[in-house]
């Protein structure tokens, strides 16, 4: 023990990327709960099942990793049966920090991190995950059912088979991440229960489903975000039965690329996407269209913004500059008179 830290190697994990260090790791999670104390992942490779967190537990390594592989203090799955890597479950006030989680793409929808409640419970979650990485999961990079109060910060997201983050919950700050290439959303919120979410100075690109899909919120904050060629909308809000999205101000954000590989709808080839939705603020965001790196690929989106069924909200001061191959701002109909659509300058992009 170091400065009432416990250290993993103490207790008999090998960090070799050969030997099975669950039972280690896990004694040192569950010791340090004892107290509320700390456990430090020296850098190395560990591979492990599912470790379970314990409340005001942190489990820190060193942050080392790379765009295209892990680095560090590196928690490597080794079953394939398992329903997640990190389960946190129960875990208030756990903290997540240094790791890279890696999943290896082993299983089926096998989650990074996965918080799992029957009810919200009477206690906020209040965990936090901070300078990690998590990828190449079989299910999403952190997976969160009926969470209540949380961060995530400085952290990479990226190549799961599911969403970067998957949400039903509220009281989040989603800050300064990279969700990237992950195969849904990614950030996606596609159940009800879900608000109270600030997301800001995250960078989030080349995710299949799209970039922020959100299904019946209320209460989101999407700020001062760069959101890049993401096969869906850059930024969708639905309804599909799990109500209507209320009180969301989207300002702020670059938005190039997105739409590039639209569902059947042909609408889903758009920046910016809101279906049956009350007190929205579409302003100060700045839309390009694009292709593929190096010149190559198809040119998207299709639209710049579609929008229906609003009330009481505002789409003005937004620059749609060559923002999109068919048309710039598409009216679906179905809106009441309290809607506000003006002063966006804008052209279509000429594809050359």
């Known amino acids: 023990m170091d400065n009432g830290s416990l250290n993993v190697r103490d207790l008999g994990a090998a960090g070799d990327g050969k030997k099975d260090d669950t039972a280690a790791i896990q004694k040192a999670i569950d010791t340090a709960a004892q107290t509320g104390g700390s456990v430090h992942v020296p850098a190395g490779t560990y591979l492990c099942s599912t470790l379970t967190m314990r409340?005001?537990?942190?489990?820190?390594g060193v942050p080392a990793f790379g765009y295209r592989k892990p680095g560090g203090s590196i928690i490597r799955l080794a079953d394939k049966r398992a329903r997640c890597?990190?389960?946190?479950?129960?875990?208030?006030?756990a903290t997540l920090e240094g790791l890279c989680l890696d999943g290896r793409d082993l299983g089926s929808g096998t989650h990074g991190v996965l918080l799992d409640k029957e009810d919200f419970g009477q206690e906020e979650d209040a965990f936090r995950i901070e300078r990690c990485?998590?990828?190449?999961?079989?299910?999403?990079?952190?997976?969160?059912?009926?969470?209540?109060?949380?961060?995530?910060?400085?952290?990479?997201?990226?190549?799961?088979?599911?969403?970067?983050?998957?949400?039903?919950?509220?009281?989040?700050?989603?800050?300064?991440?990279?969700?990237?290439?992950?195969?849904?959303?990614?950030?996606?919120?596609?159940?009800a229960e879900d608000a109270a979410v600030t997301m800001t100075g995250n960078r989030i690109?080349?995710?299949?489903?799209?970039?922020?899909?959100?299904?019946?919120?209320?209460?989101?904050?999407?700020?001062?975000?760069?959101?890049?060629?993401?096969?869906?909308?850059?930024?969708?809000?639905?309804?599909?039965?799990?109500?209507?999205?209320?009180?969301?101000?989207?300002?702020?954000n670059v938005l190039n690329?997105?739409?590039?590989?639209?569902?059947?709808?042909?609408?889903?080839?758009?920046?910016?996407?809101?279906?049956?939705?009350?007190g929205v603020t579409i302003t100060g965001n700045t839309l390009t269209a694009g292709r593929d790196d190096q010149g190559t690929g198809e040119w998207s989106p299709a639209y710049a913004?579609?929008?229906?069924?609003?009330?009481?909200?505002?789409?003005?001061?937004?620059?749609?500059?060559?923002?999109?191959?068919?048309?710039l701002i598409v009216d679906r109909g179905g809106n009441n008179e309290t809607v506000i659509v003006k002063d966006n300058p804008a052209t279509l992009h000429p594809r050359r």
């Open 85 to 93: 890597l990190i389960d946190i479950t129960g875990a208030t006030g």
């Open 205 to 252: 690109e080349w995710n299949a489903a799209g970039g922020v899909i959100l299904y019946g919120a209320d209460n989101y904050s999407i700020n001062g975000n760069y959101i890049d060629r993401c096969g869906g909308p850059g930024i969708a809000m639905y309804n599909e039965g799990r109500g209507p999205n209320a009180h969301i101000a989207i300002t702020g």
């Open 55 to 60: 409340p005001y537990v942190a489990l820190t």
């Open 257 to 278: 690329r997105s739409g590039k590989w639209p569902a059947a709808d042909q609408f889903g080839s758009a920046h910016i996407r809101v279906d049956d939705a009350t």
């Open 305 to 327: 913004i579609v929008y229906s069924k609003l009330s009481n909200s505002v789409i003005m001061g937004n620059v749609l500059d060559r923002a999109a191959i068919r048309d």
């Open 133 to 191: 990485q998590i990828g190449w999961f079989t299910g999403d990079g952190v997976h969160l059912r009926r969470v209540w109060c949380y961060s995530v910060r400085h952290s990479m997201i990226c190549q799961n088979k599911g969403s970067g983050i998957r949400q039903r919950g509220w009281d989040a700050f989603i800050l300064d991440n990279w969700l990237s290439g992950n195969a849904g959303a990614g950030f996606g919120a596609f159940d």
